[in-house]
C-alpha cells in the first residue's frame, strides 16, 4: 500500500484554512464566537496557520451536552477554531481515507447518506433470499486508540501529521486508550474508516452477495442461512481480535421477503415503510410545530414549513394510509385555521 505524503503545510495552506472556515461557519454566523472569529479573521487564520505549523495548536476543547435521539448521547462540540482545525484536516486526510472505503459504506460520504443505504439494501433484498445484520456495541466510546493510528500510520507517512492526527484522537476518552467524541468532523471520518478492514473482510474473503454498512450497522446477503452465519462468525473474530469491538448481541439473522430494519426504515423487497422510530418523530415534530403556532410563538408560513420538516420524515416510503390515520386521530384543524 502507497501512504499519502500529505504534510501539515498543505493543511495550513491560506487558502485551505479560508476555505475551511467557511465551511466552519456555514449555518452558524449569528454565534458570537464565530462573529469573534470572523471579524480578525486574517489574525485567527495567521495564528492557526503558526500554531499548526509549529505542532503547538491546542486540541480538545469542547462543549458537552446531551441529546435525545432515539436513545440518549452524549455530544462533545469543539470550539470554533477547532472547527476550522479539523475541516482543514479533513479537506485533504478525508480523500486519503475515502479511498480506503468500499462502495457499499453509506455514512458520512458526499452522495450517499442514509437513504441511499435503504434503497442499497432493498435492491440486495430482492436479490438474496437471507440477510445478516450486526452493530457494534458503544462504537464510538470502544474505537481503540492505539489501532486507529496503526491503521492512520499505513496511509500516511508524515510524522508531524500523524502526531497532530494523534493528539486530536487522545484528546478525548471514555475509557483507558478508548473512545472517540460524538460531534466532531475528525471522529465521524475515523470511525467510519477504522471499520473498512471489516467491510473488506466480509467483501473479498467471505464472497458475500451484497453488503451495505451506514457507520457500525452492517448488513449482508447470501444464498441461506449457513451462508449469512458464516460472515458472522468472521465478523465477530475481526471485530474482537483485529478492531477491539463487541459485536452487539443477540444479531439478527432473517429471510429477506420478511423485512429489514435499517436507518430507521422497515425494507422489504416491494415496500419501504416507516419504522417505529421515525412514527415517533413524525408525531414529535407535529406536536412541536402545532404547539408553537397554538402559543403563538410562530406565524402561519412558519407552521408551514415546520410542516413541511414533519413530512419530510415520511417521504420516499409507502406512508399515505398511516399519514391519513394519523391526520383522522389528531386533526389539523385547529392548527390549520389561520392558514
Not at 175 to 190: D, E, H, K, M, V
Request: glycine share 10%.
Amino acid at each position: 500500500m502507497r501512504r499519502s505524503p500529505l504534510g501539515l503545510e498543505a493543511v495550513a495552506d491560506w487558502h485551505n484554512l479560508a476555505a475551511a472556515f467557511h465551511r466552519a461557519a456555514l449555518g452558524r454566523s449569528t454565534r458570537p464566537e464565530v462573529q469573534r472569529f470572523a471579524a480578525r479573521l486574517e489574525t485567527e487564520l495567521a495564528h492557526l496557520r503558526t500554531d499548526i505549523l509549529s505542532g503547538g495548536i491546542a486540541v480538545g476543547r469542547t462543549r458537552r451536552f446531551r441529546i435525545h435521539d432515539p436513545k440518549p448521547r452524549t455530544i462533545h462540540a469543539p470550539c470554533f477554531r477547532e472547527r476550522v482545525l479539523h475541516h482543514a484536516l479533513m479537506a485533504h486526510v478525508g480523500p486519503v481515507l475515502e479511498r480506503a472505503l468500499v462502495a457499499d459504506t453509506f455514512a458520512c460520504r458526499t452522495g450517499k447518506g442514509a437513504l441511499a443505504a435503504v434503497q442499497r439494501a432493498q435492491h440486495h433484498g430482492r436479490r438474496w433470499p437471507w440477510w445478516a445484520k450486526i452493530d457494534i456495541r458503544a462504537y464510538f466510546a470502544s474505537i481503540d486508540h492505539g489501532i486507529l493510528q496503526d491503521l492512520l500510520a499505513r496511509r500516511f507517512k508524515d510524522r508531524d501529521l500523524l502526531t497532530l492526527l494523534g493528539r486530536i484522537i487522545e484528546a478525548h476518552r471514555d475509557g483507558p486508550g478508548r473512545g472517540l467524541p460524538i460531534g466532531a468532523l475528525t471522529s465521524q471520518q475515523f470511525a467510519n474508516f477504522y471499520l473498512s478492514g471489516l467491510d473488506r473482510l466480509l467483501l473479498e474473503g467471505c464472497r458475500v452477495r451484497g453488503f451495505v454498512r451506514y457507520m457500525d450497522d452492517l448488513v449482508w446477503w447470501g444464498d441461506s442461512r449457513d451462508a449469512v452465519r458464516e460472515g458472522l462468525a468472521a465478523a465477530r473474530a475481526f471485530a474482537s481480535e483485529r478492531l477491539a469491538l463487541q459485536v452487539k448481541e443477540p444479531v439478527a439473522v432473517g429471510q429477506s421477503q420478511q423485512g429489514l430494519s435499517l436507518c430507521g426504515y422497515r425494507i422489504l423487497p416491494g415496500r419501504l415503510l416507516l419504522s417505529r422510530r421515525r412514527k415517533m418523530r413524525y408525531s414529535q415534530c407535529r406536536r412541536q410545530w402545532e404547539g408553537a403556532y397554538a402559543g403563538g410563538l410562530i406565524d402561519a408560513r412558519t407552521l408551514q414549513a415546520g410542516y413541511a420538516g414533519a413530512l419530510a420524515i415520511t417521504l420516499h416510503t409507502d406512508a399515505a394510509a398511516w399519514r391519513r390515520e394519523q391526520l383522522r386521530r389528531v386533526p389539523l384543524a385547529g392548527a390549520l385555521s389561520g392558514l
